[in-house]
């Protein structure tokens, strides 16, 4: 078979393939199917990383993580969605990489140095971000969750929809206004984020969860939150009061290459898939890849995805020497090419399976769900190409 893919690994990429690789091997086609349709969270998966170290892929190295970056960040995060665990087994660890970068950029240093040395080890999980609410999803500074400050506390009361993994999570971070959006200058300003523990605030019933009855990656949970007068130790406050939004954003663009790096894992997954089973599965006396109705999806998937790849890790080497605008409009390009190219490949795929399309056994319909998933989080594509409409081609702001 000829290889078509262009991007050329750096060194540290290829090692960090090579042993998440490993670790990704011992878990097949079978693991992940039957802990979607079980909607099991993955621990021994989760776990055989941990031990590995690479919940703490991002974290610097003098809090005992790997201290790799982006570049790095990408290579792991598409090679697990590659290996057969696709966009949501990818998921299963990605806001574990990721929940503690606000706790490294901002955090006070006490808290750094007990809490981040846990995480690198896999001991302590920060596997869970909650801002979404009912009223607040793409207009996330809508949030309305309220955290007021009494003597060496915060109490903070609200609704969230959409906090995942907080059954399997140590520790949340939490997206509070401290300052009503009515009230402050701009609405960017106003939140906060807070570490939670998470066991602590449910043993005394300040937070109460309801499972959402999703259709896809079954592997996560997703739930709806209710926090009712939780008590938050003010020192859990994450960098500056008012300053959460500012401390959210930093860091999201890189984030989201990671999140198209996962997409395009997952698309090639399901293109290797389609093709395996199109050489296979013989109709009138021959193999249905021969038909150009079978092949030609299949080969254009191929090609975009292939253009969504070369684009996000080029984008992903370069992060260090953009402007901010410039690595969102990379970042956004990436996450809508990948989500759009996974989509029709995932599509093409099950096309390609007939009535064994939507066989759990043969997988393709668990990739076509995330695939399409991919389309809506962690941002969607309209919002994806409102801000390329803005940034980039100089049109009026749509909201
Ligand atoms: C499985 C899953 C897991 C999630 N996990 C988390 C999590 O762990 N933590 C968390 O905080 N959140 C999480 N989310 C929430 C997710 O980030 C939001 O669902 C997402 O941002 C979209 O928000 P919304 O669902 O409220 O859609 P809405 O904001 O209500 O949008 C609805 C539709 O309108 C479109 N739209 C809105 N405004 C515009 C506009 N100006 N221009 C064009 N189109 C527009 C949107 O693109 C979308 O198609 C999760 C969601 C899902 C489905």
Redesign the pocket.
């Known amino acids: 078979m000829v290889r078509s893919d262009t991007v050329e690994l750096t060194e540290r990429q290829r090692r960090v393939r090579e042993a998440v690789g490993d670790v990704c091997a011992e878990f097949d086609a079978a693991y992940w199917r039957e802990h979607d349709a079980d909607e099991a969270y993955p621990h021994e998966f989760v776990n055989a990383l941990a031990e590995e170290g690479w919940l703490g892929v991002l974290l610097p190295e003098e809090y005992g993580g790997k201290g790799y970056g982006t570049e790095e960040a990408v290579a792991m995060m598409y090679e697990i969605a590659r290996s057969g665990a696709g966009f949501s087994g990818a998921q299963t660890v990605h806001a574990a990489v990721y929940n503690s970068a606000p706790l490294v950029a901002y955090g006070d240093e006490e808290l750094k140095s007990d809490l981040l040395p846990r995480v690198a080890s896999g001991d302590a999980w920060i596997q869970?971000?909650?801002?979404?609410e009912p009223k607040a999803?793409?207009?996330s500074t809508a949030i309305t969750t309220r955290a007021v400050r009494e003597g060496d506390e915060y109490v903070i009361d609200g609704e969230k929809l959409?906090?995942?993994r907080i059954d399997v999570s140590d520790y949340l971070v939490l997206a509070a206004r401290t300052t009503p959006r009515e009230e402050a200058e701009r609405k960017t300003d106003g939140v906060s984020l807070f570490l939670v523990d998470i066991d602590r605030g449910r043993e005394a019933g300040w937070i109460e969860l309801e499972e959402i009855d999703?259709t896809?990656?079954g592997v996560v949970s997703?739930f709806r939150v209710t926090y009712d007068g939780l008590r938050v130790p003010a020192d859990r406050l994450i960098g500056v009061e008012d300053e959460g939004f500012y401390q959210v954003l930093d860091g999201l663009n890189e984030e989201r290459l990671v999140i198209a790096a996962e997409t395009v894992g997952l698309g090639e997954l399901a293109v290797e898939t389609g093709a395996d089973y199109a050489n296979e599965r013989e109709v009138f006396d021959r193999p249905i890849g021969q038909n150009q109705a079978i092949q030609h999806p299949l080969s254009a998937s191929h090609a975009r995805l292939q253009a969504a790849k070369q684009y996000t890790f080029a984008a992903a080497g370069r992060t260090g020497d953009g402007d901010r605008k410039a690595v969102g409009a990379w970042a956004n390009t990436a996450k809508y090419l990948a989500a759009e190219a996974a989509f029709e490949a995932a599509d093409a795929a099950v096309q390609a399976h007939g009535g064994r399309g939507v066989d759990r056994e043969y997988d393709v319909e668990r990739y076509l769900r995330e695939a399409r998933?991919t389309r809506?989080?962690?941002?969607?594509q309209?919002?994806a190409l409102?801000y390329l409409g803005e940034n980039v081609l100089d049109l009026p702001r749509?909201?």
């Open positions: 869970c971000f909650s801002l979404t999803g793409s207009e959409w906090t995942s999703k896809a990656s997703s998933l809506l989080v962690p941002v969607t309209e919002l409102n749509s909201y």
